[in-house]
Each structure stands twice: as structure tokens, then as C-alpha cells.
């Protein structure tokens, strides 16, 4: 999630600046094979916190096809198949969101196989 790489996922007022920025600073502090795991380690740590701002970032998220469109070239391979692969995602996300007491470390290796396309 580097700038440069077709990978800068905000601009003022889009997604929520805390949660890109944790992430995207995860991802770069890992090694090129781990970064989708970092990076997602992180924003489960954050969401975990703040629930509901997670819920709102993922919906704003949602509904911002080019910012989508950032993630899933960053995310690399087949252009479907990214696309797929980043909406299971954020719908296990917001579904796990939604839970009375949100347990995303729980549903982490489903996160992973969509996101690091081993699906």
C-alpha cells in the first residue's frame, strides 16, 4: 500500500485517514510476501477498538469505486478475481462488524485466503 503504486487509498474526507494510515504503514514495514498479512493485522487492531468507525469506514469504502479500484490493483493478479476476492472480504468484515462483540482476529485466515487470493 505504498504512494506510487497505484496504492494510495484516501484523500481528505474519504476513508478513514486513521485506519489507511495504520495499515498502509504496516504493509510497508513488512517484508513484499507479508504485507497483505501486515497490513490486515493492523486494521484489525484498529477496527477491533472502534467498531462502529470501522462499520463506517468499510461502508464509505464501499461506495467508493475508485478508491476500490486502488485496493484491488495493489492486491495485484486477475482484475475479477480481485475484485471478488476484496468484496468477500469486506463483507466478512462488516458482517463480523456488526456482531454484538466483533471478533475479527477470529475470521482472519478467512480474511487472508480471499485477500491473498488462495481461493
Known sequence: MREGTKTALLETGRVDEGFVNGAVAAA??????????????????????????????????????????????WLGGDPDRATFALGAAIRLAATELSAEEPDLTAIKPDLLRWLEGEW
Open 28 to 73: 510497508e514495514e513488512a517484508p513484499p510476501s507479508d504485507r497483505i498479512r501486515a497490513g490486515l493485522e493492523a486494521l484489525i487492531a484498529m477496527a477491533e477498538t472502534d467498531p462502529a468507525a470501522a462499520r463506517s469506514a468499510l461502508h464509505r469504502l464501499r461506495a467508493d469505486h475508485f478508491r476500490l479500484a486502488q485496493v484491488e490493483a
